[in-house]
């Protein structure tokens, strides 16, 4: 037992466990308010508090529970919203004081046993599934051993256990430390991509599953939405959205919205394969720093089952910013920018979790992780974006200067890149799309030659530009406008599916091929220029059936 | 109020706004402390650090005149509390609430601690109807959504005060139940003055609170201000069913007080030397707007940051705009209210607007006259380098949309008050500077209806 000695927002001074562990539980004071051991000196342990530590006073108790941080996965975690420490606020109360979060729940599910007494299971297999648990079978999975005890078919509490193997229970729920990754077997060597529904994304800067990917942008250039978008349409099996140190409404309307669309593969609501962890820049500072392990703890739960998994974590600056806050109040010598020095090797082994993995019981299953980056001052030569860029595989950087001309999604084709792109735009080609790498290549080079054109022409002015190169900045106006461009409003745009993706690449690209030869051929490059393209730019809104139609309705007039 | 507990004569430091004192016993950290001078001067302050039997207290009022051995200091034992409701409307007071409009101090039934408590995220309900502010330029193109956080920045000598007094002066929700609580932080008199009488009217009706800490007011009072309106806010907002809008100007002197007492402590300076915990700082304040499930009302906050230097990645205004759902940006050179469109920005409108909110059409419209003008921004950009001369019929065509658009649209008068007909009408007007072709973002048969070529 020990005792409070000083109090200094969340962090925490207390005397007498020093023989506690690192990173062991703490609660403190008569509330009860949980904390972890972050320093441990001869005298005493420094403490931060996940809670809210108005009232706290030296002299009040301060027991350490030995064990560290855990989260508490279950089959209770599909459709639910949890704070940073992976406790339920659905339910919770309106108004969030000390202790009004706990972890309860009265929910049963179907119970289906997959092993027998006396079967032998090799670790990770599962013992037994739970059918009603979200959009996938649940499964709970074997610790390795002899089952000398399993449960009936029939319903089951949260609390109860399934099964015993090699002399440990199993239970429907299971308890692991948020900072330490789980186990699997082998990382497997496959370059499948993450179907985004988001054709920028997906044609020129694409994400294999078990990838990583960051998003960095300024305010205001649409990164929450495009995370959004990505967590509603992906073809993951399980997206874990953690919104981490972000606005209160944004969470309400992405709970909101999940609860309302339709999932298109299982025609549930989306709500059920999403788990949501809500940590609101007003909520506990520290939680919102425990947020991000608890995310990719839940992800690496459901890649055990076998199954897809996808991190989004909305922003990875809060985090770090958590950390740094947290450094300079226990005296830490500042590195870079302020932030304490080990947020390199933090964000490094943050982003190593994700991976394709042949989990310990035989089952592929990935981790996917996407975070956003929110620079100060838009400014990319920040610490935590220039480490993140380090570390991802794909980097969608978010364009200030797209987004006022509300040019969305405002991924920069310049200042992005996709390191695993040509071996995924060959998935597509293996997967029947054949035209998919040529568009690719084909709408990287001309966007790049629009872009130099275009410097081009503010310094002589469009008029002095030849015919060929007028068609090229017309061809780049048609790709970003035609292509490039999605509503996330849109019903009907919101996602493409690579099919439609290659349809509408194909058109554009078309025109503009069918415009360079009109030039070539000596028409007048004004008759060009003031050509109506409004059916090619509204293909944008229909099904891909259609958009070869409306291309040739614009070949047809062109003519 | 909650008698005092105790209290501790040993001061052992008093620099900048902190008292440093020796002795103290079971007090625990945020809690509220009364700092008794000799002259029977009676000040308020919060605890900072605690730590063994030495605490920290900030001084609201500052420490001047105060002594080492004249000062009594006394805890309360809890966070600082106080009092709520109706009674706060019609009522000017000053940054701490006191009275300046010659009333009684402002009694409540009840009492909220003025540090907030977070709002359960699955208890927000997401912010779904348009506030109107009769100013045409923000309710077409940056609509205020009820329970939404947008922030209006702005630069030194631009007329933000005045756009600002204009919102809480003509702002309203239709029939529903509408107040407006206004915080001003770090204004100068003539400023005060004229947000006053630009208010008088509304104070008069009684549906505003106006808070006024002045440019010579204690600094550290600041920091209670904005707390002080959200709180009033809040419970008008979640108990007594109203649509409150919070404007809080300026945001820029407030985060200069942080930074004071930051310095004061010691602590390891960030960005521009602002604490590192500015930014969790400004979200416990921006993040009380929002409506809550199951009760009626809103809590809508309007923050004024005056950019310095002109300067958006300014830590001030770059960290705000990361919290709100938006900003209204303000640039000099034109015609009132000088507001930057394309820079400008209501994240939550597209749920907020529409129809049965304002008209079936507007988001399209918004998005159009916005794609247009960020055409017409980079003809202009040409323009300037090549002369007007050399851009395309085309290029030329979007310059005197613009010009249509900053005449008829954004131009309007510090008293004007425009209802929605009137601003959509010349909207269209606006749009019908462009041919028909050209509006690829709005649907034919909407075009049908209000499209109107070359007028």
Redesign the interface.
Known sequence: MGVV?????PLV?VSGLSEAAMYDLVDLGPDRIPGEIVGIRRDGATVQAYEY???????QPAAALGVPLSARLGPHLLGG?FDGLLRP??G??????PRSVNVAGDQEWRFTPLAAEGDHTEPGTPVGRLDDAGALPYLLLSPGGQVTAVRAEGRLPIGAAVATVGGDQVGVTTSWPVRRPRPFGDRLGETVPLITGQRVVDLLLPVARGGTAAVPG???TGKTVLLQQIAKWCDADVVVYV?C?E???????V??ELSELTDPRTGGPLARRTVVI?N??????MAREASIYTGVTVAEHFRDMGYHAVVIADSTS?WA?AR??FA?RSGAL?AE??YPADLASALAAFYERAGLVRALGGAAGSVTIIGAV?P????LTEPVTTLTQRFARSLWSLDRDLA???HYPAVSWTESFARDGDALAAWHVRDGRAAWATQRARTASLLAEADRIAAL????????LPAHERVVLLGGRLIR?GLLRQSA?SPADAFSAPDRTTALSGAVLDVIDHCLDLAAGGTPI?AI??H?Y?PL??AREQPAARVPGLRDQVLAALR | MIAPVLEFAEVTELTGPLVVLRGVEGVGWDEFARVRLASGELRHGLVLDVDEDLAVVQVLQGTSGMTRSGTRVSFTGSPLRIPVGPGWLGRVCDGRGGPLDGGPPVFGQATAPVGGVPLNPTMRRPPAEPVLTGVSAIDTLTTLVRGQKIALFSSAGLPHLELAAQIAAQAHTGTEPFSVVFAAMGLTHADATAVRDTLEERTAAGELTLLLNLADDPVIERLLTPRLALTVAEHLAFEGGRHVLVIMADMTAYCEALREVSAARGEIPARRAYPGYLYSDLASLYERCGRVRGRPGSVTVLPVVTMPAGDITHPVPDLTGYITEGQIVLAGGGAYPPIDALQSLSRLMRKGVGAGRTVPEHLDVAAQLLAALARERQARELAELVGESALTPADRRYLAFARAFREDLLRQRRDERRDLDQTFTRAWRVLSALPRRDLSLLAPDTLDVHYREGS
């Open positions: 000695t000083r109090v200094n927002g001074q530590t108005g009232g706290l006073a030296p002299g919203v606020l659905t919770a109360a309106t108004w969030l004081g300024g305010f205001g919104g140190g606005r209160g409404n944004e969470m309400a309307d709970v909101q809500a609101t820049s007003n909520m506990p500072m809060r910013e740094r806050e300079s500042p920018e302020g929110s100060p001052g838009g400014d006022y001309a509300r022409a503010e310094i002589v002015g469009t008029g002095a406008e409003l004004t220029e003031e109506d409004s730019l509204r």
